[in-house]
């Protein structure tokens, strides 16, 4: 997502902003909310992570994740990745990632290995 989308995505939801009440209420005029969100992109806001963030990211935990199944001992913590101090029923970080990267069609194990 550019600047540019971010821009008018900005806008739009800041000129749908209902100011005041009853009579007097009015809504931010989009010229308003252009100039609103040109001020907060240039104060560094961002309505969406940039892409490339997004892209590293899940190429960074694609490669941290183990392939490996967890395997829990009978306190509940992770053996196979080292979370030992997981109460039973929560999730082993491992797991969490993996679930993330299958929400995101991103194949595990499929990280290039230096
Ligand atoms: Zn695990």
């Known amino acids: ?7 008018g995505a ?3 939801e800041i000129s749908g902003i209902v100011v005041g009440q009853g ?3 009015t809504t931010i005029g989009i010229s308003a909310a252009l100039e609103a ?6 104060a560094g806001y961002r309505k969406q992570p940039e892409p490339e963030i997004t892209d590293k990211l ?3 935990v ?3 994740v183990d392939p490996d199944d967890c395997w829990f ?3 509940g913590g992770c053996q ?14 491992q797991a969490e990632a993996k679930a993330w990267l299958a929400s995101l069609a991103v194949p595990v194990g499929a990280g290039e290995q230096g």
């Open 80 to 93: 196979a990745h080292g979370y030992i101090s997981l109460q039973h029923g929560e999730l082993c970080p």
């Open 58 to 60: 899940v190429a960074m």
């Open 10 to 12: 900005i806008a739009d």
């Open 1 to 7: 997502m550019s600047g540019q989308d971010d821009r």
């Open 73 to 75: 001992d009978h306190n």
């Open 23 to 25: 009579y007097e209420s």
């Open 37 to 42: 969100a040109d001020a907060l992109i240039a």
């Open 62 to 64: 694609r490669d941290m």
